[in-house]
Every structure is written in C-alpha cells, then in structure tokens.
C-alpha cells in the first residue's frame, strides 16, 4: 500500500523556520524523485521544491529558492523541507508526491505565517 503522511505544519511569525516531514511508503522511494507542493486558499497547488533520487540535483521555485531546503533520508524513506525566513505568502497547505506519475495526495500539513 502507498501513502504519504506530512507533518511539521504550525503557526509562525514572518521571519521564522518550519521542518517539514514527509513519510513515504513507496517501494522504489530509492530510485524516486520526489517533491514538495503547497496549495494556498483558492490557488492552484503549484511545485515548491523536487529532488533527485540520488540527491545530486534539486530544484527551487523561485519564490522559495534560497529560503526553502529540501532534503531526504532513504533508508528511512522520509523527505523533509526546511523553510526558513518565512513570509505570510507561504501560508498554505504542503503535500510531498512524487514529481512524476504522481500517487494519491496525503492530507498535507497547514503551514500559517502571521505577519
């Protein structure tokens, strides 16, 4: 069975640093690119950050690169996103997926920045 379960949502100030987590029950996860992607209210959701299985390349959108860290633990088949600076754009619900052949979304973690 493949899932994935988000965490490490929460309420922060504009400026502050969230850790994302994701738990990726996905048998190839080793050889599986993946990505994380918000979804604001009444926006579409849109790509914030993928990487490779392998780890030598990762991409940033640009309203996250530079702030935005994404990262992965293969053995323990987790990805992780750490964001720092935060701003009250970034308000929105994050979801991990694969970056192609997308699986069925998780319920996402509710990242809130107050200004």
């Known amino acids: 069975q493949v899932h994935l379960v988000e965490s490490g949502g929460g309420l922060v100030q504009a400026g502050g640093s969230l850790r994302l987590s994701c738990a990726a029950s996905?048998?190839?996860?080793?050889?599986?690119?993946m990505g994380w992607y918000r979804q604001a209210p009444g926006k579409q959701r849109e790509l914030v950050a993928h990487?490779?299985?392998?780890?030598?390349?990762?991409y940033y959108a640009d309203f996250v690169r530079g702030r935005f860290t994404i990262s992965r633990d293969t053995a323990k088949k987790m990805v992780y996103l750490q964001m720092n600076s935060l701003k009250p754009e970034d308000t929105a619900v994050y979801y991990c997926?694969?970056?192609?052949?997308?699986?069925?979304w998780g319920q996402g973690t509710q990242v809130t920045v107050s200004s």
């Open positions: 997926n694969k970056i192609a052949r997308l699986i069925t």
């Open positions: 996905i048998s190839t996860f080793g050889i599986t690119a």
């Open positions: 990487d490779t299985s392998d780890g030598d390349f990762t």
